[in-house]
């Protein structure tokens, strides 16, 4: 059973506190009267004491199952248990709003096209339509140089308000057969949202590249490479208006990241990193700093970074380009995984 919790989509994002146990705690024992029924009760001399509250249990090395403390993994994202999938596009290769293309990808060309229960087995899916939905679907055994598993805004700004959730995507093997980037958002495209996604066997998991993102509760891991590559879990090239919330990000690589921000073509601004479970890449975290201007509004909160694969969470460090002299920038309630303490 799926137990997530949720921030609210919006344009300025209140950061969330980070989950403070895996257990929970509660004011009484089952059975045992309380102080106030007790005190003063006829014929009793003095008041029975309350039970102790338990204290919470600490959460720590999250990483090696991440449900457990409530985070992402391979049990609670993806296509949920006992979908019926229909093949693409062997056994469907049309549907409201979408058409399978000779040339080997699925057009969705339809506004507010809903693609449901769909397997698409070595079939990218190209969004050139806004408000399209992608959920309970398998993109799957995707490879090429340049491939995307989902590319969103193919057309520009006609991708706009994409929501892709419940969703399998990948690669079909984790070297030559990886998929250079599995969800795309192309730069001129805002408004997507990503939410309990399951995805490996990727170059790059999620590119946000347009900014004004939403990517929530999804699990990107068994990162793939070829020569050349910059292993990202979640990066942005450019933009703003970015929130990546209570994501599991593992990059077993020593480069680049689980989760990067970098001015390769705009100022990055407005970006919310929260209650995300990440290690490893050459820094686990590229906080923006850049040429294109100074940065604000940076805020990477709450987040835990996992020794895993490195003792520094990347193979340099945790953390590197940030600015906390930025107007709005902050770095703070950031934890190591495995003991809890603050990350220097």
């Known amino acids: 059973m799926r137990s997530f919790r949720t921030a609210p989509y919006v344009a300025v994002i209140v950061a969330s506190g980070l989950l403070a146990a895996c257990g929970g705690g509660s004011a009484g024992l089952p059975g045992v009267p309380s102080a106030v029924s007790q005190a003063g009760r006829p ?32 049990t609670n994202t993806g296509v949920p248990a006992g979908t ?7 056994q469907k290769s049309s549907g409201p709003g979408w058409y399978y293309d000779s040339r080997g990808y699925v057009v969705v060309n339809g506004a507010g096209a809903v693609l449901d229960s769909l397997d698409f087995n070595g079939v990218p899916v190209v969004i050139e339509a806004p408000n399209v939905t992608v959920k309970r679907c398998r993109v799957h055994d995707i490879t090429g140089q340049s ?3 989902i590319a969103v805004g193919q057309n520009g700004t006609a991708g706009n308000g994409a929501l892709i959730e419940d969703t399998e995507v990948s690669g079909k ?20 949202r990503v939410l309990r996604v399951n995805i490996f066997y990727a170059g790059t998991g ?30 942005s090239n450019l933009g703003g208006d970015l929130t990546v919330y209570h994501n599991t990000v593992l990059n077993r690589l020593g480069q680049t ?88």
Not at 84 to 90: E, F, G, I, N, T
Not at 175 to 190: D, L
Not at 261 to 271: A, C, I, K, M, T
Not at 289 to 305: E, Y
């Open 43 to 74: 014929g009793s001399s003095s008041a029975t004491k309350p039970a102790p509250t338990p204290k919470p249990t600490p959460m720590r090395d999250c990483v090696r199952s991440p449900h457990v403390c409530g985070f992402p993994d391979q």
């Open 84 to 90: 019926k999938l229909v093949s693409v596009p062997a």
């Open 147 to 149: 491939t995307y598993g």
């Open 173 to 192: 093997n984790a070297t030559t057969g990886r998929v250079a980037a599995a969800i795309n958002q192309i730069s001129s495209t805002t408004g997507m």
């Open 206 to 235: 999620i590119q946000p590249a347009g900014g004004h993102a939403f990517l929530e509760n999804s699990y990107i891991h068994d990162m793939g490479y070829i020569a050349g590559d910059h292993t990202n879990g979640i990066t």
């Open 257 to 344: 990241d689980a989760v990067g921000l970098f001015e390769d073509f705009g100022r990055q601004s407005n970006v919310l990193i929260d209650d995300n479970l990440l290690a490893g890449g050459s820094y686990t975290i590229y906080g923006g700093d850049g040429s294109k201007g100074a940065t604000t509004g940076i805020r990477i909160l709450n987040n835990r970074i996992s020794p895993i694969y490195f003792p520094l969470g990347g193979q340099y460090g945790w953390i590197a380009y940030f600015s906390a002299s930025g107007a709005g920038n902050v770095e703070n309630g950031n934890v190591w995984d495995d003991t809890g303490a603050p990350v220097p």
